[in-house]
């Protein structure tokens, strides 16, 4: 009797064990990280168009507070590598930026991916008036500023001599500047000749200080200029939000297309640039706004093997390296 009473004893306990074990693994699940603030970079080009609407119409936070973002914050940049720079710090989320700052900081560790199109095209070669271009020769022995190394418009400018027998380290002599610095120098006459996105040529031009002589799409038809670019700790935690901010892209994209006078309002507003230059820009751009990650794909992927080829990447990036384009629904 006593024998089946300790072994009742010991099966209880052993069934109480077991009970608490149970109770100890059965946790609740993780919770969603909520994103309190959602930080934006851009620069002042009317590439970038889609970011400057959707921010001056109040879209971003309306379309991402149902999705627990509670601030939208912006900074801008005058090119792209120091944005790069900021997003590898830490400071930027989300990058409307030149896709080739992109795979220069890829390269070097940056945890991002390409989720978007933002533009095609959209800069321009621009020379002192009283210069004769005749084509690429006339450049020699002439300074071009243009942004700085790693830049696209610096890769497309670099690419393009070379491709007409220029050497871009002997035959002219390349100064790195933000916009802003460019376009003073070539109107003080501190240097020859300017390649920039738009609306900055255009600037030059109203101001006689310039002419354009080539377009970005002439020494590269069709290549891909800025693009989307989040972080990865975004796409891994907040894969919703990303989904929400190519939708956003896009809704802008589409506003902007059917309504190029106020969007240039909303931008010329955002960034202190000229109404009159930037309506004139738009009107002469051989630039285009777009979306699809997937139609630049190719020119991206080239951009990494100019950039290998120029030495500013130790490897060429692949596309997998580069883009994730799960997020991108056509509509």
């Known amino acids: 009797m006593k024998l089946l009473n300790l072994t009742a004893v010991a099966a209880l306990a052993l069934l109480l064990v077991l009970a608490a074990g149970c109770t100890q693994t059965t946790t609740p699940p993780s919770e969603k990280t909520t994103i309190k603030e959602l930080k934006f970079g851009y620069q002042p080009s009317t590439h970038q168009m889609a970011f400057t609407t959707a921010m001056a119409k109040g879209w971003w936070m309306e379309d991402l507070a149902p999705l627990g973002v509670e601030n939208v914050s912006d900074k801008v940049f005058p090119s792209g590598p120091p944005e790069m720079q900021a997003m590898l710090a830490g400071d930027l989320d989300v990058a409307y930026v030149g896709a080739a700052p992109v795979i220069s900081a890829i390269s070097t560790g940056l945890d991002a991916k390409i989720v978007a199109g933002v533009n095609n095209q959209g800069s321009d070669l621009v020379v002192r008036p009283d210069l004769t271009y005749t084509g690429p020769e006339a450049l020699k022995g002439l300074k071009i500023a243009t942004f700085q190394a790693g830049s696209i418009q610096d890769t497309i400018l670099r690419d393009w001599l070379k491709q007409n027998n220029i050497d871009p380290e002997k035959d002219v002599q390349i100064l790195g500047m933000g916009p802003g610095d460019a376009v003073t120098a070539i109107t003080a006459g501190k240097v020859d000749a300017v390649f920039l996105p738009t609306p900055s040529p255009s600037t030059i031009v109203a101001q ?64 202190g640039a000229k109404l009159d230059d930037v309506l004139a820009s738009l009107a002469e751009w051989d630039g285009q706004w777009t979306s699809d990650p997937n139609l630049i794909v190719d020119s991206v992927v080239d951009y990494a093997q100019i950039q290998y080829d120029l030495g500013y990447i130790k490897t060429p990036l692949t596309k997998d390296q580069l883009f994730d384009l799960s997020f991108y629904q056509k509509s």
């Open 208 to 271: 006689g200080k310039g002419k354009i002589v080539v377009r970005s799409g002439e020494m590269y038809p069709n290549h891909t200029c800025c693009v989307l670019v989040v972080s990865g700790k975004l796409i891994r935690e907040n894969p919703e939000i990303v989904k929400q901010i190519i939708k956003t892209n896009d809704k802008a994209v589409a506003f902007n297309l059917a309504n190029r006078n106020e969007a240039a309002g909303i931008f010329a507003t955002k960034t």
